[in-house]
């Protein structure tokens, strides 16, 4: 065996060793959402770009991403050092099946497409492991917290301007609306360019954990650090790869 393949397994052998959950899900976190007509548009080849159509759930709503603990180096704990380099290079096919139960598996497909390409599995080996519960607890909690912001006037500014431009002032200002002043600061913009457009493809919001039942995100906002704006607006892309001809 080549010696930079035995120093590789040793250390990876250390961070799978002291990497550990948080304690009691007590940590700060991050709800990353996508707008997937616009991710699809970066990845159309993906097979839940292929299949995406204008009455999809996603092509109106937010879909999940993820959910972060934080600090952002909080990632892969007690994770098989095979298992870890499956991920890191992408090989999410390779994980090992999540055991959830059907109720959340057939939620967890709705609202995070990308589960098509084995998502799910990549967000709870990489992220999930740190969160301190179960895989069930885990995307029950993101799950939910994705189901309270699509139900807020946010959704509903973006799914109100598809094909148009949205600027992360009226994003933050929609956010203050719904969860309490100063709830927008806590939100992270994420834009693409695609040619000559430039599109809204994901919001990344600091929560302040734990994430519990009993806390919504207007209390996990309001305890959550401020987060850098982001882009100061993108396109609200519509599902259909290149259907948009407006440009930024």
């Known amino acids: 065996m080549a010696m930079s393949r035995v120093l590789w397994i040793v ?48 092509a109106t709503h937010l879909s999940l991403h993820g959910l972060w603990p934080q ?27 999540i055991g959830l139960t059907v109720g959340t598996r057939a939620a967890l497909e709705r609202a995070m497409p990308g589960s098509r390409s084995f998502l799910h599995r990549h967000e709870w080996t990489k992220h999930g492991t740190c969160y301190g519960t179960s895989p069930e607890t885990y995307f029950a909690d993101s799950l939910r917290l994705l189901a309270e912001l699509n139900a807020s006037a946010v959704r509903s500014l973006l799914a109100d301007g598809i094909g148009r431009v949205v600027t992360g002032r009226a994003i933050r200002e929609r956010f203050d609306a719904a969860f309490g002043a100063g709830a927008g600061n806590r939100v992270e913009l994420v834009c693409r360019r695609v040619g000559a457009r430039r599109l809204l493809v994901e919001m990344r919001i600091g929560l302040a954990g734990p994430v519990a039942q009993s806390r919504g995100l207007a209390e996990l906002l309001a305890g959550a650090p401020e987060r850098r704006p982001g882009c100061g607006s993108g396109i609200v892309d519509r599902a259909g790869v290149g259907l948009d001809g407006g440009s930024q």
């Open 11 to 58: 250390v990876a052998l250390i961070f799978a060793g002291t990497a550990v959950p948080a304690a009691a899900n007590d940590a700060s976190s991050v709800l990353a959402v996508s707008w997937q007509p616009a991710f699809c548009e970066t990845r159309p080849e993906k097979p839940e770009c292929a299949g995406q159509t204008a009455d999809r759930f996603d």
């Open 71 to 97: 600090p952002r180096d909080n990632v892969y704990c007690r994770v098989d050092p095979v298992d870890r380099a499956a991920d890191e290079a992408g090989r999410w096919g390779n994980l090992p099946p």
